[in-house]
């Protein structure tokens, strides 16, 4: 079997039993390199080999430290804190929840790494809030689908560890490649509310605080916000500080979620409804899916790098494709697409081992390849016709899922600016690498 006859294959299967069949993407990754293992008359007992060694790494064990301490802040209130805190400090603006929404989503999204939670804690609070001051649904959902991807942008990010083990690139490297396009992100849908929401409110009473009594409140609601705020303190401060590696400082911010669960469920049992058990065994199915993800994924690039189709594709593009900007336009068209079907850990494992080395061969670099990478899956987030973030946001807001789309267009014109800038500007990407390298 040639190379391209494998990569055909292991397309093929992948498409068959994930797409139609609904097999779950790890197992349809192992049984399309099944496939490419008996088609090129490899032994399929690597298969198992190759499985056993991807999970045997010590950067692998942040995943489930991570999730874990996310899983404890998305259960222990502290999103209607960290909601309170952005409001004491935004003050009242016109159109000012839509931007504690997004700055919201934002800071706590930094606390869970995680899309679905962010929205999902979020959502549930803001929702009935926006509803109140006459904010149309749809334009809820949409702000919703927009923002509580930025959580993935701002580390610490699981899609960013995945990435980083599977282009064995350094974590922390991975992490600062995002944080200019978030910022991009942030301010375009700051925008964006304005002119939607902001400048169509007649402007509030004027309020006669003095400076004093606002900074008494900014101190008020950080003092009752600082458990939430002291966990991106202690990833952020331990890993840039050269105390401890990402690994170690997801232990650590586990252990302080253990500590604040316990604290908050002596003050107050009805504080948590959940127990320490079952935000074990949420976190463990979690951690478990993408272990499962990652060790077919890693039998995948085996068998893709075996049977020759980096080499195939590499010398394929490379005849073909003379111009690193078509290059560029043409990863970016395939991330976006991919980012609208397929979950963002299964495209980082699957696309990083074909179209990292030939990326290389145009002079782009593996982190500037991950952030182009992550912030095209992350607009996929929220672009139909899939568009897992519009489903999810209007089941919280009860909206129409065709007036949600039609709202989240300019907020998908800002994605399109926020990949512009990514792709195009890699000094802007790598000067957030640079800060804390």
Request: glycine share 8%.
């Amino acid at each position: 079997m040639s190379a391209g006859v494998a990569l055909l294959v292991f397309i093929l299967a992948f498409v068959i039993f994930s797409m139609l069949l609904k097999v779950p993407v790890p197992f349809g990754l192992a049984i399309a390199s099944l496939f490419v293992f008996l088609g090129t008359n490899m032994n399929p007992i690597t298969v198992a080999q190759y499985s056993f060694a991807s999970l045997d790494s010590f950067a692998l064990l942040a995943i489930p430290f991570y999730i874990f301490a996310g899983v404890l802040m998305e259960y222990s209130g502290i999103s209607k804190l960290v909601v309170n805190w952005i409001q004491s400090i935004i003050g009242r603006i016109r159109g000012s929840l839509g931007i504690i929404c997004t700055v919201t989503c934002m800071a706590f999204g930094v606390l869970t790494g995680s899309a679905m939670a962010t929205i999902s804690a979020i959502g549930k609070v803001m929702a009935p809030e926006m509803d109140k001051d006459g904010y149309p649904k749809s334009y809820t959902a949409a702000l919703l689908a927009a923002t509580c991807f930025l959580g993935i942008l701002i580390p610490p990010s699981v899609p960013g560890i995945m990435y980083a083990l599977a282009s064995d690139s350094k974590i922390s490297d991975v992490w600062m490649a995002t944080v200019g396009p978030a910022l991009v992100f942030m301010v375009g849908y700051i925008i964006v509310n304005y002119l939607r929401i902001g400048c169509h409110r007649p402007k509030g009473a004027k309020v006669h605080a003095s400076v004093a009594e606002y900074a008494t409140n900014v101190c008020k609601t950080t003092v009752r916000t600082f458990p939430a705020l002291l966990m991106p303190i202690i990833i952020y401060g331990c890993i840039y500080g050269g105390i401890c590696t990402p690994t170690e400082a997801g232990a650590l911010s586990a252990v302080y979620g253990i500590i604040y669960f316990i604290i908050l469920k002596i003050i107050d049992r009805k504080a948590i409804s959940i127990s320490l058990w079952e935000v074990a065994a949420i976190s463990g199915a979690s951690t478990a899916a993408i272990g499962l993800l990652n060790a077919f994924s890693t039998v995948a690039g085996k068998a893709i790098t075996m049977a020759g189709v980096s080499n195939f594709l590499s010398d394929l593009i490379t005849s073909n494709i003379n111009s690193r900007a078509v290059f560029l336009l043409m990863i970016n068209i395939l991330f976006l697409f991919l980012g609208m079907f397929l979950d963002i850990n299964a495209a980082v494992l699957i696309m990083t081992p074909l179209l990292l080395p030939v990326a290389k061969t145009y002079g782009i670099t593996a982190v500037h390849f991950g952030a182009i990478l992550l912030v095209n899956m992350s607009v996929g987030f929220m672009t139909p016709p899939f568009a897992l973030g519009t489903f999810v946001g209007t089941k919280i807001t009860g909206a129409g899922y065709g007036e949600t789309v039609k709202e989240s267009i300019p907020f998908m014109i800002v994605g399109l600016v926020a990949i512009i800038i990514t792709t195009c500007f890699p000094e802007y990407v790598m000067f957030f690498v640079n800060i804390l390298s």
